[in-house]
């Protein structure tokens, strides 16, 4: 995808998907390093992470894409643009937008991470790794841990 289709995407998608013209730039970044894109608040331009669509795909690329033009849109608009506002959570699950995007970082691959929940108080545990459930217990109540199994972990999307 070069840059002209990317801003026939992101304004097709904002069509779409908000009903609302996209009239800034989209521009492919190569700097952002764990983040899948960035809204610009001054410029109002969106930078993409190229590595999402080549690491993961069109569908999780239209994830970012929807997710910065969620914050584009609001800010415009004067609404709660920000990923703490009420309005973005809201904006961002009406369109289908990523609220997580794959880790990126190739030094350090994605860790997985090993799920249990306790029988006894049902809260959720994380391990490195598996654990002996015949002798590990609940730190919390001493109950007996059931293996949910494997979570790959995810990195906030600070764009
Ligand atoms: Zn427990
Ligand atoms: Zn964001």
Redesign the pocket.
Known sequence: MNQAELQQLVQETSLAYFGLPFKHQAVFNRRLRTTGGRYHLTSHNLDFNPLILETFGSEEFLGVIKHELCHYHLHLTNQGFQHKDKEFKQLLKEVGGSRFVKSLSKSKPAKSLVLYQ?Q????LIYRQRRVNTEKYV?G????KLMYIGIRNETVNLKG
């Not at 006894?120 to 809260?123: H, L, P």
């Open positions: 306790c006894g108080c049902s809260q609940c919390q109540c001493k109950g």
